[in-house]
Structure formats: C-alpha cells, structure tokens
C-alpha cells in the first residue's frame, strides 16, 4: 500500500489526466478533492448532480475540510465534457445504471484509505446514486446525505414523459456560457428514475445506511411526497435516519447546494449537513429534544438528563432550530388541530 501523501497525490494527478484528457467544459467542472495531512477520521465523498459539476459540492466540502475532514468531489462518468452538444451530437451521458454505480464503489474503495469512515452525499441523481449505496452497500459508509434524491418526477406528466421518451431534451439556457450541461438524451435521466422506483421498493425491506434527506417544498424536479415517503419507510429499519423539508418561504431550489445556483438558505444547509455528520443520534432522540425544548428546557440541560452530552456535535444546538417542533407536538397529541 502506498503511503498517504502518495495516496492524496495520486488521486489528485489521475483525476487531473483524466480530465485534461477529455478536455473539460471549464474548471469548475474539474474533480475537487480537500486533503489533510494525514488520514483523518471522517472522509466526505459527494455526487454531483446530473448534468451537473464538482463545484456544487465545493461550499459544503470547505465546510467539512474546516471539521477535519477529508473531502472527495469526483467529475461523474460522462460529465464535463467541452462540445458542442445536439440531438445530432448528443452529451455523452450514461445510460446504464451501472456506469454510475461501479463509479461510486470505485470511489468509495479510495476514501475508504483515507480515513476511518466514510460519508457519502449527492443532489439530485446524486442523491439518488447515495442512496443506491445507503441500501445496497450499507457496510461501506457510515452514513449519507441526499439532497433533493431523484426518486421520481414532480409530476404524472414528468414521470410518463422521462419513462417513454427518447427524444432529447434541454434544460434551458445558454449552452455555451453554462457551467455544465443543459442539454441530454432522456434515456440518459430515465435510469436515475429506474433507479428511484426501485430504491423505493427496497426501502420498505431492506435496513440502509444511516440517510439524512433533504427536500424542499418549492421543488420543481422531484416530488417530495416521495421523499416523505420513502424516508418512512427507511426510519422504520434504520433509526438514525433523518429528514427535512425547506419550507417555501426559505425559496429553496431543487438547486440547493450553493447561493449561485439560486440557495439563499445555503449556510443553514451546511449547518445542518455537519450537525449530522458529526452526531450520532437516532430520530427519536432529535424529536424527544425538540419535544422537551418546547416545554421550556434548554438543549445543554436535556441532552444531559438524556444522557446524549456525549453523541451531540457542536452543530446540533443550531440544527435543532430548523426542526418543526410543532409537528411533533402535535404528533404526541393528535387531538391537538392548528386552530387549538
């Protein structure tokens, strides 16, 4: 085995030869990688988003660098490449599940000889890769983040139209000032679909990684009752997971990893994301807090009587204020209605 500072220069130089070698959109677009000195005890390994780059994640990844972490941010497969892309010459995207799926195994391998753990994350169909992980690969990583998980369509129309087209489609745009693609093939979005639904199914059997999934409720690309739906399903085999959905006054977009791709909210984000990272704290115990804050205790004072000092990081007081404590009370009491 080599030794860790040739380890973090040999990912580095690889990822830079592959790239020069395509050649690349822009730089922003470049595989990200934050390396400290020596193995650290988390690494932090994300997914961009389809048709997206590596910077959507650097914000966050500074973000966990500066919490000693370790922090990959690879180019997906098919991603990146400067052209000029038609329905004639078509974005060179995979349309094979599996593509992305031994990249995210081969990816995993690395950052498992970078540190202790592995934390693994991804928006939208990257999202929907990490959660391909969470389910299938749950001895691998110590837990995920889902941003906005591509599970499904915001739509009946959507969802029928990525299922049976194979037309090619744009986003929208400026092709040539974009950062990264705006336009592809549906059969290459239809595998994350694929993917979605079957995810889905498995949740409801099949105890994943620890998840925490966010949403929001402004969403216009994925249909955030799946994702209510399928963190029910994957709380009832792994009590760690968490959940949170934006409300719309946040004007959060399916976008939401950075302020330049329209997240006003995004340092609240981020805070989120390191709270749950850094604590170990199942569902349960974030509602029983919540619970008893609304009852005039203070978070220093419950987390002491329930014995959790020591499984809180120093995130968690914040994260707790983004918590809906009033759906939890009015959980514990159903007969309690809004208007009471």
Same mark, same amino acid.
């Given at each position: ?7 973090? #220069? ?12 395509? /050649? ?14 020596? /193995? ?29 972490? %370790?922090?990959?941010? $690879?180019?997906? $497969? ?15 995207? $995979? ?5 992305? #799926? ?25 999202? &929907? ?9 749950? $001895? ?42 705006? %336009? ?40 955030? %009752? ?6 029910a399903d994957a709380l009832r085999l792994q009590p760690k997971c968490w959940a949170h959905c934006f409300d719309r006054s946040y004007k959060v977009p399916h976008t939401m990893m950075t302020v330049a791709e329209g997240n006003q909210s995004a340092a609240l984000l981020y805070l989120m994301a390191k709270a749950y990272?850094?604590?170990?704290? &199942? ?16 978070? /220093? !004072? ?11 990081? /120093? ?15 009015? !959980? ?6 809004? %208007?009471?």
């Amino acid at each position: 085995m080599p030794n860790y500072s040739d380890l973090t #220069q040999t990912i580095a130089a690889q990822a830079k030869a592959r790239e020069d070698a395509l /050649p690349l959109r822009n730089e922003s677009c470049r595989s990200k990688f934050l390396f400290h000195s020596a /193995p650290t005890k988390k690494v932090c390994l994300f997914f961009h988003g389809f048709t997206g780059y590596p910077d959507q994640f650097l914000p966050l990844g500074k973000a966990l660098f500066q919490q000693g972490y %370790n922090v990959l941010i $690879p180019l997906l $497969p098919g991603h990146g490449k400067a052209g000029k892309w038609t329905r004639d010459n078509p974005t060179p995207l $995979p349309t094979d599940s599996k593509v992305y #799926q031994d990249f995210a195994l081969q990816w995993i391998q690395q950052a498992q000889a970078l540190g202790q753990q592995v934390v693994i994350g991804g928006l939208s169909g990257g999202g &929907t890769l990490s959660a391909w992980v969470a389910l299938n690969h749950r $001895p691998l990583i110590d837990r995920a983040l889902l941003f906005a998980p591509y599970l499904s369509g915001n739509s009946i129309t959507d969802k029928l139209f990525i299922k049976l087209s194979n037309s090619y489609y744009s986003w929208g745009g400026d092709a040539d000032r974009a950062i990264g693609y705006t %336009n592809f093939q549906v059969p290459a979005l239809r595998l994350f679909l694929d993917m979605g639904a079957q995810l889905m199914k498995q949740a409801r059997s099949t105890p994943a990684a620890p998840m925490f999934i966010f949403s929001t409720e402004i969403d216009d690309s994925v249909d955030t %009752n799946d994702h209510k739906a399928f963190f029910a399903d994957a709380l009832r085999l792994q009590p760690k997971c968490w959940a949170h959905c934006f409300d719309r006054s946040y004007k959060v977009p399916h976008t939401m990893m950075t302020v330049a791709e329209g997240n006003q909210s995004a340092a609240l984000l981020y805070l989120m994301a390191k709270a749950y990272v850094e604590s170990d704290l &199942t569902w349960a115990d974030v509602e029983e807090i919540g619970f008893q804050m609304t009852q005039g205790k203070t978070f /220093p !004072s419950i987390v002491a009587a329930l014995g959790l000092a020591d499984r809180v990081g /120093p995130n968690m007081p914040a994260m707790m204020t983004m918590v809906d404590k009033a759906a939890i009370v009015r !959980s514990r009491n159903p007969s309690m209605s809004d %208007n009471n």
